[in-house]
Structures are given as C-alpha cells and as structure tokens.
C-alpha cells in the first residue's frame, strides 16, 4: 500500500508525481478500509495514515455520498456495494490482460493454465486456457473453493503470517475433499512452509484424485494473485515439475510487469 504524503494545502492540489493529492488520499482511504478487513473508525484512519480527522471526514462524506462507502449505526465506515460492480468489472478485465500469459504456459508445458484470486477467505478462478490434450482439466471460471486443498491457495497464503492463516483456516474449516486433502492447521502451515523453502506450491491429488497442480504467485500483483497449471498426476510428474516451475516463475514475472506498468498490459 502506497504511504501517505504530507499535507499541502488544498486538497485538490496536484501532488509531486502529477496526481490530484485528493484522489490519491482517497484511493488510500478505500486501501486502508480493505486491509483492515473493510471497516473502520475515523480514528483508525487517522492513525494509520496519518491524516488529519477534518480531511478524512471530509473524504469520507463524499465517498458516502456516492456509495462506494456506507456509515455503520454504530459510526463506523464500511465499504459500500458501488464497489462490487467496479471490483467484478476489474476481475474479469484481469483474467482477459492474464489470458496471453496463461496461452503461453500451455504452449510451453502442455498443460492446462489457470489464474486465481483470493477473495476473501476463498480462492476464485478468474481466467483458463485449457491444454490441448483429449484428457485434460477443466475449472469453471468463476468457480470459488477453500484454499487449503489447492495449489493457487498454496501460493497465495504463504505470503501472510501464520497467525492469519490460522484464522482463517478457523472461518473456513478444512474439509477434505480427497483422501489425500491436509485437513489440520500444523500440517498446512508446514506444507507453506515448502512453498516458501522452494518457490512454488504443489497440490497432489488434494482437490481431485489423479489431478496434479503446480502453483506460483503473482509477485507484487495489484491483489493477491496466482498462476498454475494442472493435469494428470501421470504427465505433470516430478520430472515435468522441474521442467515446468522455471516456465510458470518466468510467466508469473512477466504478467506482474504487464499488470503493475502504467500503461496497461501490452502481452
């Protein structure tokens, strides 16, 4: 999350880089909102940012007004339903710039490729391109499942403190879906643990029996972000995987370069 800047006077003056410093402060605001889980006090914000109360009250009114923010009756600030229709616009246009990416994988491993968001406490795939092979797997763009039997929600949760993964394994559960599912705490933060000793996640017959996964982040993506490819336990074998891991880092390094320019991706 970008840091807050130093107050100058007037709220609409251009800021250093060239931006409105009162739309930076707000888009700030909405990030702050999000991090702590999408509700806050005044008070909050104003320590976290550093701003001064009359500022942020003045921000905050206006983003009611418009309904991208909502005041609770207890006079705290949630974020409002405006920015469900922008946040489901901005994923589908996510998994249109990822889609040249995941073609590219399937080019080069054979398999079929996948992009993922965490939302929330769940994993949601946002884009496909199947493999070109007569057995091959399929997941329903749209599709959402927990976290702890996939290899994207492998990847995506070793990025946080384990004392967050705890809670949210504690909302979600963990149910298995195969034989074969991690189903305690101890032994998914310790299967996080090998994601982060070696750079990527595997789901092995976790999420369906014979399926084999292989997952990587999407380094400094603007929301938390995977890619992976998966197919049959019998082809993405632990020869494949050494093959393969280079081509999905190399893949995810890019798509975070195309995702994070200014310019808008150009894959």
Known sequence: MPTSRASTTGSARS???????????????????????????????????????????????????????????????????????????????????ARPHLARLVEET??????????????????????????????????????????????????????????LLARTGMPAATERTITTPEGFLAALEEVRRQGYAVDDGEQETGVRCLAVSVPRSPTAAAISISGPAGRVTEAATERIVPVLQQVAAELSEALTSTGGPTA
């Not at 009756?73 to 246009?93: C, D, F, H, K, V």
């Not at 599709?143 to 492998?154: D, F, I, Q």
């Open 15 to 97: 800021s250093a880089s060239g931006g409105v410093q009162s739309l930076e402060r707000t888009f700030d605001l909405l990030e702050r909102m999000a991090d702590a889980g999408g509700e806050v006090g005044l008070s909050e914000l104003s320590a976290s940012s550093g701003l001064p109360l009359p500022t942020i009250h003045r921000l905050m009114r206006t983003l009611v007004a418009c309904g991208y923010v909502r005041q609770q009756p207890n006079r705290r600030y949630a974020l409002g339903p405006r920015l469900i229709r922008l946040g489901e616009s901005a994923a589908r246009l996510l998994g249109t710039w």
């Open 110 to 167: 054979g398999e079929t490729a996948n992009m993922a968001l965490l939302d929330g406490d769940e994993i949601v795939y946002v884009a496909q391109v199947p493999s070109k092979h007569s057995m091959r797997m399929f997941t329903e763009v749209g599709r959402r499942v927990l976290p702890h039997s996939t290899g994207v929600g492998k990847a995506l949760l070793a990025g946080l403190p384990p004392e967050e993964v705890r809670a």
